[in-house]
């Protein structure tokens, strides 16, 4: 079975602009979680989707957003970027509960 | 404020040596997990606890759950230059539904 796939890899963006990051869940998993992991706080929870729908939140301004479509991949919207939201954005799959399965991430550079 | 407390948080040691990593919270958790993490990949799981006082052997690496629920633990015996990587532990909190909570992480360097 392929793993979690994240696109893409690496990405430069300006303050100012807004990104798009996108994660492939594993074959059969319905859920995709995404975390932002920084040197400073660590791996934090940014939301959670299954079957298309926000199954949980955490506590991140509203600029972030994501979305998840009917074939289970999944998206993360970051808008207005601040050159604090540099991170490594990880995306992790399951089937509905149970153990996660975490992709490469995407590291995202705000200049 | 993290909710969970990871110790030391940096390691360094020569090969052989026996290691502790502690995780710690003064919240109750319904499980948890821990991970390893290398350079320019996602963490990969290496056990679930579920029940307070739980110990689970994975070769040489021993978790174990406290019997509050609120703490765990890592050892590793004979550590080997493979160990090297990023150790995070993960709970779930039984009133947050299924989101992760994360430790800062123990990097651990082995020199061989």
């Known amino acids: 079975k392929a793993g979690v796939t994240q696109t893409p890899r690496y990405l430069i963006k300006t303050r100012g602009q807004q990104v798009t990051l996108s994660c492939s869940p594993i074959?059969?998993?319905?859920?995709v979680s995404w975390y932002q992991q920084t040197p400073g706080q660590g791996l934090q929870f940014l939301f959670e989707?299954?079957?298309?729908?926000?199954?949980n939140k955490g506590n991140f301004p509203g600029r972030f957003s994501g979305r998840q479509f009917s074939n289970s991949r999944s998206e993360m919207n970051v808008s207005t970027l601040e050159l604090g939201d540099s991170a490594l954005y990880l995306c992790?799959?399951?089937?509905?509960?149970?153990?996660?399965?975490f992709g490469p991430g995407t590291r995202l550079t705000v200049t | 404020t993290q909710l969970l407390e990871q110790s030391p948080q940096f390691l360094s040691i020569q090969e052989g040596e026996n290691l502790t990593v502690y995780c710690n919270s003064s919240s109750v958790f319904s499980s948890l997990q821990w991970y390893r993490q290398e350079p320019g990949e996602g963490p990969v799981l290496l056990v679930t606890v579920v029940t307070g006082g739980e110990v689970k052997k994975l070769k040489r690496l021993t978790f174990q759950f406290g019997d509050a629920r609120k703490d765990s633990s890592l050892h590793i015996t004979a550590a080997q230059p493979g160990d090297t990587g990023l150790y995070l532990c993960a709970g779930v909190k039984e009133t947050s539904g299924s989101r992760l909570t994360f430790g800062e992480g123990t990097q651990l360097t082995v020199n061989p």
């Open positions: 992790a799959s399951r089937p509905g509960y149970g153990e996660q399965y």
């Open positions: 074959s059969g998993h319905r859920s």
């Open positions: 989707y299954f079957s298309e729908t926000q199954r």
